[in-house]
């Protein structure tokens, strides 16, 4: 099987910076896009932002200039820093990642459990 294990999340006051990891495990052949979203409550999930095996980079409009999405592809771990973080950012963070487990397999999604990332005013 395939896990993806999020942390780093937490509470922090406006302003402040999280950065959270993502690790993933288990039967891997290689890693395509990599991918940060969330889901505030009471709102559908959104993208906030993806990285591409290749280092390239998208970000949600609301983010971009205050968060950084990277990878470590040796780790089989994504990162995201988050500066200058707004009440708005508040919550759930999901990781995803598009992975092929076997040489001659097509690429799969997977998701983490999500880590909470509370930002008070």
């Known amino acids: 099987q395939v896990q993806l294990v999020e942390s780093g999340g937490g509470l922090v006051q406006a302003g402040g910076s999280l950065r959270l990891s993502c690790a993933a495990s288990?039967?891997?052949?290689?890693?395509?896009?990599m991918g940060w979203y969330r889901q505030a409550p009471g709102k559908q999930r959104e993208l906030v932002a993806v990285?591409?095996?290749?280092?390239?980079?998208n970000y949600a409009d609301s983010v971009k200039g205050r968060f950084t999405i990277s990878r470590d592809n040796a780790k089989n771990t994504v990162y995201l820093q988050m500066n200058s973080l707004k009440p708005e950012d508040t919550a759930v963070y999901y990781c995803?990642?598009?992975?092929?487990?076997?040489?001659?397999?097509?690429?799969?999604?997977?998701w983490g459990k999500g880590t909470l990332v509370t930002v008070s005013s």
């Open positions: 995803n990642a598009n992975i092929r487990r076997w040489a001659a397999s097509h690429g799969m999604d997977f």
């Open positions: 990285i591409t095996n290749g280092a390239s980079t």
């Open positions: 288990g039967i891997i052949f290689s890693i395509n896009t």
